[in-house]
């Protein structure tokens, strides 16, 4: 059968008031319903669900049953991790903490209802929704490319697959062949990650293709640590990246990923790997729930709560999150005042003032981290930036060292955070 609004309606009001009437009884607990079981989702219900120690239903709604952290996505690409590393299950999500993890995806949200449509046909009721299904791409945002030339040019923006091919074709283009990177305008999934990238590129091209040549088309005159990256590519990797910013055409870019061409500016030059990372807006299903306005959906910071609609919170790359960069540090610390807001409106546990924190670390090359971080607490209009920190240029090795060290701990410790 084919839902529209109008028919869902009569069916799921029909049957959301069946569902509901244990609960009247007193029988019932109240019901979560988090989308999305990477950084923001998977620590959410986790929070929820250890926080209320059982008094609150959590179902995680997730079409994976691996999820490959984008975080060190690139660390695998440069060959500092191997793939099984980043990837992570939802086994103890499930057997420690109670969660009813569906894998599968949700294709619709009645807010008036209450109720998540899933693809496999089933529904779920929900007293609060909390939505972190991270980002999708905007149709039509590098002319001739869309996801059906996902695999003749790769984003490797979402891990796993992406991310494997990524890597084997930078590992098996020819001698003296040319890499190119299409990167994406703001505000996108990671700041420093494409950067990040094409230091783990140069690093396996020096090691391996030497003469190779790397392309960054830009449509940014500036980027997230770039006066870190410039440094670390000119002692690493000197000669072999050329940043074309938009002063030399950067953002006037095409591709055609059947000739593997790239056009900048209106010169035409064939490459052997094209990355492509498109302009990027909120998970569609935020769209379908109407709960976007331009790109992303708007929140109120104190408790992560939908400016459209209080019952539903949204965190991570989806929301627009203020003074924060969109990243997995973030999402994690957003999930956590979402936890608590969630737990404090559904049963009688205490809400604090929500405070949040990020650092993205980034690796330039072997033992060369470094890092960019800031504080935030949420106003009434948006999360603020409260002070910050940031490597500086023409650091001692062992204190770039350190810093890598610094970020290892960091995997270890918000994965786990995470999963369990
Ligand atoms: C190359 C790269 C490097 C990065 N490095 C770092 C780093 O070093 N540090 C850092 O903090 N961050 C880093 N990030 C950013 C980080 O990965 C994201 O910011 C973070 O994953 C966002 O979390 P999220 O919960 O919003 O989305 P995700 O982690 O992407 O999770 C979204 C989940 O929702 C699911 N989903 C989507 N739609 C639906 C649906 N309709 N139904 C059900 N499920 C759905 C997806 O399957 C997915 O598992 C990096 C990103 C990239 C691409």
Redesign the pocket.
Known sequence: MTFNRRTFLGTGVAAAAALQAPMVLGAAKPRVVV?????????AARYIAKGSKGAIDVTL????RS?Y??????LYIGGFRELSSIAHSYGKLASEYGINVVH????GIDRDAKTVTL?GGGWLPYDRLVL?????FIDGAVGGWDVTAQNKMPH????GSQ?ELLKAQIESMPEGGTFAMVAPPNPF??P???Y??VSMIAHVLKERNPTAKIIIADPKPKFSKMALFQEGWANHYDGMIDWIGPDFGGDIVSVDPDAMTVTIDGEITPVDVCNV?PAMKA???CE?AGITEGNWAPVDGRTMQSRLDENIHV????CAQGDM????????SQ?KVAAMAVRAALTDSKMFPAKFS?????LIGTNDGVKVGATYEATEEKIAKVDGFISQTGESGELREATYEE?IG??AG?TSDMFG
């Open positions: 989308i999305g079981g990477g950084a923001g989702g998977a620590t709604v997730e079409p994976s999820y952290t984008c975080f060190f996505s690139n599968d995806w949700a294709v693809a972190s299904p991270g980002i999708d490797a923006y979402k891990a991310s999934r990671c420093p990650g494409p990040e990238r990372i998970g569609r299903i379908m965190l991570g790359d989806a960069p969109k990243s997995g540090f973030s999402a994690n999930a990020n650092t993205c670390w980034s970020s960091w995997y918000i």
